[in-house]
């Protein structure tokens, strides 16, 4: 049974630093690995999907990386700003089964 | 334009009440799921259709019935309804099944049930 944990629960930085978010799943059998953002009482926002066979995806300030063998998804934000807090999700994929949902990291962007 | 549209955005019932909460997208997407956070803001699979058919259903009472009249709508209906039910709801849609595609979600039904 796949299991999604990501590290750390929460993270406080000052603004314009650049931050790592760490996301591990136990079955590295993974289709793909989707990051989310969640701001508080919304939904979610996709951010990047990576494919099996993709070692990373890049969008503006946002870099997510992939090590399927390793079982290890990051997401790097650089430059970061007060916009940027908010609790991010990693979902991994492993074929015809629902998205697995880690409990997400809680980021606070101090201006 | 909204693509994964829920309403109501707030539904507060009392205990044994029936309710619904209807999704609706505008993606053109084939596969529609529900999914559960509780407050602990674990994010979990309850449903999805593929072509208003039901293709996964995991653990969830029967007093659950989601029901997709269109490839464009999945509504759930909560019968006798449950202190323990409430949680944010979320509908979500992806073009194909489960493999491949990005998923999009609603904003989310907060329901609370008194």
């Known amino acids: 049974k796949q299991e999604v944990t990501q590290i750390p629960a929460a993270l406080s930085v000052p603004e314009g630093e650049n931050l790592v978010l760490n996301c591990s799943f136990t079955d590295s059998a993974i289709y793909n690995l989707q990051w989310f953002r969640q701001d508080p009482g919304k939904g979610l926002t996709s951010l990047l999907l990576i494919q099996s066979s993709q070692r990373e995806q890049t969008s503006g300030r946002l870099n997510a990386s992939l090590d399927k063998s390793s079982g290890r998804s990051t997401l790097y934000i650089a430059a970061s700003q007060p916009g940027d807090s908010a609790t991010y999700l990693c979902a991994v994929n492993s074929g015809n089964t629902p998205l697995v949902f880690g409990k997400g990291t809680r980021l606070s962007v101090i201006a | 334009d909204t693509a994964v549209s829920q309403t109501p955005k707030y539904l507060v019932t009392q205990m044994g009440n029936d309710k619904s909460i209807k999704c609706e997208q505008n993606l053109g997407h084939d596969t529609m799921y529900w999914y559960k956070q509780d407050s602990k803001k674990f994010l979990k699979i309850m449903f999805s259709?593929?072509?208003?058919?039901?293709?996964i259903n995991e653990t969830v009472p029967n007093r659950f019935s989601p029901k997709s009249p269109d490839k464009a709508h999945l509504n759930l209906h909560i019968n006798s309804l449950e202190l323990g039910d409430s949680a944010v709801y979320f509908c979500a849609s992806s073009r194909g099944g489960l493999t491949t595609y990005e998923q999009y979600f609603g904003p989310g039904t907060r329901l609370t049930v008194t």
């Open positions: 259709y593929n072509n208003k058919e039901l293709i």
